[in-house]
């Protein structure tokens, strides 16, 4: 007998899996950051790959018809791109 394909998986796995390997990324930033190794392109790099994340999650939600999470999520993903730009400007 052959194995069936499953039905009803969850069609967003793999951008799951996708985001928890961004807020990994985040993580590991924030810890970089804390330590006080803070090269000028961490708070950068930890406030995209934090937009990046919030982005990913909110389209995801809205795709689910959540649009309540959806809108919060892109609130969050526009609060970090004013950090982002903030900071790269503090860089210069």
């Not at 390997?21 to 708070?43: H, N, S």
């Not at 959540?66 to 730009?85: D, E, H, N, Q, R």
Request: net charge positive; glycine share 10%; with cysteine.
């Amino acid at each position: 007998m052959g194995q069936s394909k499953k039905t009803g998986g969850d069609p967003y796995y793999y951008w799951k899996i996708v985001n928890m390997i961004l807020a990994c990324g985040v993580l590991l930033l924030a810890v970089f950051i804390a330590i006080g190794e803070e090269d000028g392109i961490l708070v950068p790099s930890a406030f995209f790959l934090g937009l990046v994340m919030c982005s990913l999650s909110g389209i995801m939600e809205l795709a689910k018809n959540k649009k309540v999470i959806g809108y919060v999520c892109s609130v969050f993903a526009g609060i970090l791109t004013v950090a982002l730009i903030i900071s790269i400007i503090q860089m210069w």
